[in-house]
């Protein structure tokens, strides 16, 4: 009989609506039939958010996780009390940025030391991280740093369409530069090993070109498509891997979500985010591919202008934890 899996959310942004959407989702009792949930977070501010969404969630404060009771209607929050309770809706904010941070690096030693299974993260701020003192990118990089991790990928999984990303956080020129066939290669390898772990025989992958029509032979762009993307594609297939592409982007989103493929591999941030957010903000998983721990996140940021309103939705997380529930590893009772 296996026990089910121990997953450690992290709260992210203070001032955001992840304190609100955690509160609406822990008010789903099928989130305790499917794992084990708590919160790294402040439970003052969780309290607030119980209010702001008129919760009947009791939040409990605790220091360890061996205090934890993992029980419907109580809201375990391993309390870092790193936030006052009267920390401003909708703002910018150091101390918060800051906070954000630790959650999530605390989260990361409990994966590491094999107290959790798996972290699913509410959205941080950007700004307000890099006003802490953290300058990264975003939640994917700071995951990569802390867990040693040189090779990983963002995967994005909305219903019918799954796309993982060769560049992310990057500036158009940056992103085309920095593709190359080995990283084309290892994003193809990642896609393949991350869906047949979740239960794909033989992933059918597609790869998007960079250029309009992938090139079209050469009529557009400077043939990046020869140079970048064939290569890994042609090894990829040597290895078996059930792999097409460079094939035109503006077609293949559309062809993947009527099911010719299990997954795109979009070459930059907006050429993968745009289709999955299209679908809706509130269906789409952001999931770190490449990680020694499950990683999965809400695809949405976090919506200062109707933080304290309760109206955020809680759908993403939803999704997100029952995304953490499959891929997390299975441990016997």
Known sequence: MMTKPVIGITMGDGAGVGPEIIMKALGDKSVYDGCRPFVIGDALIL???????????????????????????????????????????????????????????????????????????????????????????????????LTGTKDFAMMLSAPKLKVIHVTTHVGIIDAVSMINPQRVYNVIRMAHETLQKAGYANPRIAVCGINPHAGENGLFGYGEEEEKIVPAVERAKQEGMQVQGPLPADTLFFRTTRGDFDIVVAMYHDQGHGPVKVLGLEAGVNITVGLPIIRTSVDHGTAFDIAGKGIADEQSIKEALKQAIELAPKRDM
């Open 47 to 145: 309290e607030r958010a119980g209010r702001v969404v008129r919760s009947e969630l009791q939040v409990r404060s605790i220091s360890s996780l061996t205090e934890a009771k993992y029980e419907f209607g109580t809201v375990d929050c391993l309390d870092l009390k790193l936030l006052p309770a009267d920390l401003p809706f909708g703002q910018v904010s150091a101390e918060a940025g800051h906070a954000a941070f630790m959650y999530l690096k605390q989260a990361i030693e409990l994966a590491n030391e094999g107290q959790i299974d798996a972290i699913c993260t509410a959205p941080l701020n950007k700004e307000a991280l890099h006003k802490g003192g953290h300058i990264y990118p975003g939640h994917t990089e700071i995951l990569a740093e």
